[in-house]
C-alpha cells in the first residue's frame, strides 16, 4: 500500500470520528446544526492538522469558528466546549486503536514460576567454590534435567564483566557491566540486563569468597570474582 493510500485512509478515518464525536456533543447541547456543515468542519480541521509543525494550532481556532458559524451558538462557551471535548475523545479513540493494535509482549523465560534454587554455599563444603561439582551435589539421582533452551546461561552472559561484589548476608550485591551499562544486582532481585544476544532475566542466589551465583532465565551458573 502506497503512502498516499495511507494518508488518505487516516484523513478518511480521522475525519469521520471528529465529525462523529462534533455531532454528538452538539445533540447533548441541544444546539442548531447541519450535518454537512459539521462534516466540512471536521474535514477542514484535519486537513489543517495533517500539516507539519503549526498545523494542530491553526486547526483548532479554525474548528471554533466553523462550529460556531454552523450551529449559531455562543463563540464561548459553547462552540469552545464542543472542539475542546470533541479533540480530547479524539484523542483517547487514538489511544485505544493504538493499544489495541499493538502485539502483546511475550514474557521471556526467566519470567515462569520456578522453584527457589538451593542457595547454599558455604567455604566448608569442598565443593563450594567449584561450580561443576555444586551443580552435579545439588541434582538429585534419578532426576530429568529438563530440555535445554536456545541459549545457555554462559551464552547470555559471554560479554558480562563482573567489577565487584559484596558479601554481606541478604544484604549482598553483584555489580556487572554488559553494552557499557552497569548493573547493581541485589540478591534474590529479578533485574532485566541487556546483552548482545538480547535481554534476560538475572536474579543474584549468592555471593560467596570467589564466586557469586546466579539464575540466568531459569537456568543456574557461576561467575568468577577473582
Known sequence: MSDITVLIISY????????????????LQKLNYSFPGLLGSA??????????YFGHYLAVPVLYLCIWKVTQASLMPDAVFTVVISYALMFGVKVLLLTAILPTPHPLAGDRDQSEPSASMTTDSPDATDPAAADA?????GSVRAPAPAKSADEWLNDV???GATENGDKSTLLLTAQKKLYT???????????TNGACHIRLLNVSENWAMVEVNGETTYLRLH
Open 185 to 195: 544486582l541485589a540478591l534474590n532481585k529479578p533485574t532485566v540486563l541487556q546483552t
Open 161 to 163: 564483566i563482573v567489577k
Open 137 to 141: 551435589t545439588n541434582t538429585p539421582k
Open 43 to 52: 474535514a477542514l480541521a484535519c486537513a489543517l492538522d495533517t500539516i507539519p
Open 12 to 27: 478518511a478515518a480521522r475525519t469521520a470520528v471528529l465529525t462523529l464525536l462534533l455531532w454528538i456533543m452538539v445533540q
